[in-house]
């Protein structure tokens, strides 16, 4: 029997229902089904075995055709009535070919000839099997495949197929997406689509015509998934490169959009939310009719929501100086239609004033440390000083500037190398903020330090001096002081002047 041990490879996840009125035949056979196949139920009749199949889901009904109650030929019948591509065998003897035929005729899927032979069996046995595992393995390829396909437009949010049932499931999903990033963002989106649609409604442009404005200002900043996040993420402000980057966002989400079917019409919106009336904007620098008209309607959302919101820096406007330059640019940044309407609506809207870019969370502060911090001491950085000094101008209040600067620090790198001019820089830094607690310490250049107060400081410094003796008595210490009003400090520009 060569095929043997290959057929009960096979028969590990096969079921059979063997039915057989004569008791000598039904013994020896389901004897040798047990060695192949995993599972063997038996009936001595037809009507036996159809309660057992009603009861039973089965790979392969084996079935002799002259029984009792009810005969093969029935039985067949009523299986096909129940499951058209259930795998029949019959068993049959040479003499019984009437009702072989009446069993082809039924569509059975193969016979055994009495009396048994077992290599035929195998052989017949063999072919049915292949054919069933065949059929469930195409069943679980493509159950595979189309958990792929879905997973794979899941984490791409490119859903590609018209017939998707939860339209608004998916669009809160690509907002998830870019708030996870960016919450700055998802906030400034969703208010950009409540004034998108308030402008269309007033208006008058259709239900669909404003649900899609809305739906639009929903994702007009979705392209920003592919900036940078040292670009993204950078709450200070950017370069001439960086803020290239930054426009981006406008073509990479339009193009991302405008390849799914039901974004299409969104896309074109999209790719147009940072033009202007006058063709000053970008990307395309179209102008006047060129815009689409709810395009031109979510340039003005857009911009009052800057203009109303609290930016790192730039402090936010009323709602009243906000108003007033729609008006002023109408004509120019904005069409003048839109601009008249959207006055009408934004001066009976409250704006929420408590909206910022500022940090509020645990790890939003740790985003603003990354790049206000100094990696090596600690101190604030740079940016950060550029940052207060900003807010202290749009502020208007006045500071108090202590600038330390570190003399001769390169001879001593030279003399006990870079890695102890580290721990001279951070230990200065260390002793700078224990001292002054309620100050801010920035690290200005590469070995100057600076203090900005509220109050004017009268320290002579002597811990630090004292430190700068113990560590070689090679760097030098100079002080200087200032006041950020008196002597128009807006800039580290102007501090680099004056020192």
């Not at 930016?311 to 940044?333: N, P």
């Not at 959207?342 to 509020?360: H, M, N, R, Y």
């Amino acid at each position: 029997m060569p095929l043997l041990k290959e057929l009960k490879k096979l028969g590990q996840n096969i079921s059979i229902l063997y039915v057989e009125d004569d008791k000598d035949l039904l013994q020896g056979m389901t004897n040798y089904l047990k060695l192949v196949f995993a599972r063997v139920d038996t009936a001595q009749d037809g009507e036996e075995g159809l309660e057992k199949y009603s009861k039973n889901s089965y790979d392969i009904v084996i079935t002799d055709i002259q029984m009792p109650k009810i005969n093969g030929i029935e039985m067949i019948k009523t299986i096909r009535k129940q499951n058209l591509n259930q795998e029949i065998l019959i068993t049959t003897a040479f003499s019984e070919v009437h009702y072989l035929l009446k069993a082809i005729e039924l569509d059975v899927n193969g016979y055994i000839v009495k009396p048994i032979n077992f290599d035929k069996i195998n052989a017949t046995l063999y072919k049915v099997v292949s054919t069933i595992n065949m059929q469930k393995e195409n069943i679980r390829y493509k159950t595979k495949l189309e958990e792929m396909v879905e997973e794979k437009t899941a984490q791409n949010l490119l859903l590609q197929k018209e017939q998707i049932d939860n339209y608004e499931q998916t669009l809160l999903s690509l907002v998830e997406l870019v708030e996870k990033r960016d919450t700055y963002t998802g906030g400034h989106s969703q208010r950009v689509a409540t004034y998108s649609k308030m402008i269309a409604q007033q208006m008058n442009f259709s239900q669909q015509e404003c649900e899609l404005v809305y739906k639009a200002g929903i994702l007009h900043d979705i392209g920003k998934i592919e900036t940078p996040d040292a670009v993204l993420l950078n709450p200070g402000k950017l370069n001439k490169l960086e803020f290239s980057l930054i426009q981006e966002h406008v073509t990479t989400g339009a193009n991302m959009l405008q390849k799914i079917p039901m974004y299409k019409e969104l896309s074109k919106i999209i790719a147009q939310h940072h033009e202007r009336h006058d063709g000053q904007g970008y990307p395309a620098k179209i102008k006047d009719n060129e815009i689409l008209p709810l395009a031109r309607i979510m340039i003005v959302a857009d911009a009052f929501d800057a203009m109303t919101t609290n930016r790192i820096y730039k402090l936010r406007m009323s709602k009243i100086k906000a108003l007033k330059e729609l008006s002023t640019f109408s004509g120019t940044q904005f069409n003048p239609t839109v601009a008249k309407h959207a006055v009408e609506v934004f001066k009976d809207i409250e704006v929420d004033e408590g909206i910022t870019q500022l940090p509020s969370t645990y790890m939003e502060e740790k985003k603003f440390a990354f790049f206000f911090e100094d990696q090596l001491t600690g101190a604030h950085n740079k940016a950060q000083l550029e940052l207060t000094l900003i807010q202290n101008i749009n502020a208007s209040l006045t500071k108090y500037l202590i600038v330390l600067l570190l003399h001769n620090f390169s001879s001593y790198n030279k003399k006990y190398g870079w890695d102890s001019g580290n721990l001279l820089l951070k230990r200065v830094t260390k002793i700078l903020q224990n001292k002054f607690g309620d100050c801010s310490v920035f690290r200005l250049e590469g070995d100057d330090f600076l203090i900005l107060s509220n109050k004017n400081l009268k320290t002579n410094f002597l811990e630090i001096k004292d430190f700068l003796v113990k560590s070689g008595d090679i760097v030098q210490l100079e002080i200087k002081k200032f006041n950020t009003r008196d002597q128009q400090i807006k800039s580290t520009d102007d501090i680099k002047k004056l020192i």
